[in-house]
Nanobody, 115 residues
Framework: QVQLVESGGGLVQPGGSLRLSCAAS????????MGWYRQAPGKERELVAT???????NYVFSVKGRFTISRDNAKNNVSLQMNSLKPEDTAVYYC?????????WGQGTQVTVSS
């Protein structure tokens, strides 16, 4: 079992920045890849960014150049630095951890981009 706890969401104006963090606990040695997903009202949950234990990152096209995912294996933490935020980035952001067998989710943190 893996437990994930997100923090760092909030309200920000367009063009602003936020940093999300996710702390993992439990069977962390079994984690293969970690990532962030988001779900806007009335839409399906979508992938935002993922990062492997070797630090290889991937991003959805809409956030490339604006968001940066990072992982601290020693602290069992994954972060998402979000810059140049747009209203369309508004969503609940979820941390995800995948092992070879299972997928685990955090409780989600709200990000609202509005003036």
């Amino acid at each position: 079992q893996v437990q994930l706890v997100e923090s760092g969401g909030g309200l920000v104006q367009p063009g602003g920045s936020l940093r999300l963090s996710c702390a993992a606990s439990g069977s962390i040695a079994s984690i293969v890849i970690m990532g962030w997903y988001r779900q806007a009202p009335g839409k399906e949950r979508e992938l935002v960014a993922t990062i492997t234990s070797d630090g290889i990152a991937n991003y959805v096209f809409s956030v490339k150049g604006r968001f940066t995912i990072s992982r601290d294996n020693a602290k069992n933490n994954v972060s998402l630095q979000m810059n140049s935020l747009k209203p369309e980035d508004t969503a609940v952001y979820y941390c995800n951890a995948k092992t070879w067998r299972d997928s685990y989710w955090g409780q989600g943190t709200q990000v609202t981009v509005s003036s």
